[in-house]
């Protein structure tokens, strides 16, 4: 069974703080790999996206994957009240299907 | 922008009725989604299509069937709804490369309630 693990949370991050979100996957073929964030009673909306080992880098959002060790990683700097959220990490396997984790809770504290 | 657009925001719907759940994409996307979402389970995939006419079972297709006539349009079929199939409904669509995928673009949901 492939697997997409998170820290459920919530994770609580003060305000201009960095907050850091991870990610771990079961399936060593899987070759891209995605960060939503979902409000409260909101759709997910793709945020961050990456595809080869290392960092990427957009506005305040860095997304961090290393392959070897299955991870993934999403960073906030100067977080803010509304990165408040649920950030969903998703994985494509190599049957082309995205397998997402059940997200984590972020609140950032005024 | 991409537009993933959803008939209904909200449903309420006896059980036993079928239902009907609508999506449609504006960009031309060739694979398209229906997930679940219910507190704890996370997203579920129910079922799915990469192409017009083509479909392929998720990980809980049971007491669903969908419909793909054209590209851009892909529905959700309750078959006979059941309170166990309340739940928040959300349909995605995407574009994808040999090897790679851009990730998907998702509707605002239906929250279905089936009392």
């Known amino acids: 069974q492939k697997e997409v693990e998170q820290n459920s949370g919530p994770l609580s991050v003060p305000e201009g703080a960095i907050a850091s979100l991870n990610c771990t996957y079961s399936?060593?073929?899987?070759?891209?790999f995605f960060w939503y964030r979902q409000y409260s009673g909101k759709s997910p909306e793709l945020i961050m996206s990456?595809?080869?080992?290392g960092d990427k880098e957009d506005g305040r959002f860095t997304a961090q994957l290393n392959k070897a060790s299955q991870y993934v990683s999403l960073l906030i700097r100067d977080s803010q009240p509304s990165d408040s959220a649920t950030y969903l990490c998703?994985?494509?396997?190599?049957?082309?299907?995205?397998?997402f984790g059940k997200g984590t809770r972020l609140h950032i504290l005024p | 922008d991409v537009k993933v657009t959803q008939s209904s925001r909200y449903l309420v719907k006896r059980t036993g009725e079928k239902v009907f759940l609508e999506c449609v994409q504006d960009?031309?996307?060739?694979?398209m989604f229906w997930y679940r979402q219910d507190p704890g389970l996370g997203l579920r995939l129910i079922y799915f299509?990469?192409?017009?006419?083509?479909?392929e079972k998720g990980d809980i297709p049971e007491g669903y069937s969908v419909s793909r006539e054209k590209k851009e349009r892909f529905s959700l079929i309750l078959e006979s709804a059941s309170t166990n199939q309340t739940s928040m409904y959300l349909c995605?669509?995407?574009?994808?490369?040999?090897?790679?995928?851009?990730?998907?673009?998702f509707g605002s949901g239906t929250r279905l309630t089936v009392v």
């Open positions: 299509s990469y192409d017009v006419k083509m479909k």
């Open positions: 998703a994985v494509m396997d190599r049957d082309d299907k995205i397998i």
């Open positions: 990456i595809y080869s080992n």
């Open positions: 399936d060593r073929g899987s070759q891209s």
């Open positions: 960009m031309d996307h060739e694979n």
């Open positions: 995605a669509s995407s574009l994808s490369w040999q090897g790679g995928h851009y990730g998907y673009t």
